[in-house]
């Protein structure tokens, strides 16, 4: 029988999920303003102002962080639409073999 948590209990852990989703973004973001701080510079170095550094910042986070959450999520996407059903079907057909194949043993065996 399954135990039931108290809903504070799954409040908390939904909670620390969110959390540590958001900490995980703040990395990437961190991270990709780290490796293209060469980029931010030169275009904040033009004289073209705080504006256009903003737009050119929020465009390569969004390239670093957003384009492969997206490519991600159209792979799951993808994989639950075509390649499950197909990797279930040989799952099922290779257990369906195994069996067939101990029925012509056994009956190999009885008619010897």
């Known amino acids: 029988m399954e135990q039931a948590t108290h809903p ?13 989703q958001r ?8 991270f990709a303003a780290f490796l293209l701080r060469s980029h931010l510079a030169g275009a904040l170095d033009t004289g073209a102002g705080i504006a256009v550094g903003a737009v050119n910042l929020l465009a390569y986070l969004f390239a670093v962080v957003m384009l492969p959450l997206i490519f991600f999520t159209l792979m799951k996407f993808a994989y639950s ?19 067939q194949l101990k029925e012509v043993l056994q009956r190999g065996r009885e008619e010897e």
């Not at 900490?23 to 961190?30: C, D, G, K």
Request: hydrophobic share 60%; aromatic share 4%.
């Open 8 to 20: 504070a209990i799954e409040r908390m852990l939904a909670r620390k999920r969110r959390l540590a």
């Open 23 to 30: 900490v995980t973004l703040l990395v990437l973001i961190l």
């Open 81 to 99: 639409v075509f390649m499950r059903p197909l990797v279930r079907v040989w799952h099922i057909h290779r257990i369906r073999n195994k069996r």
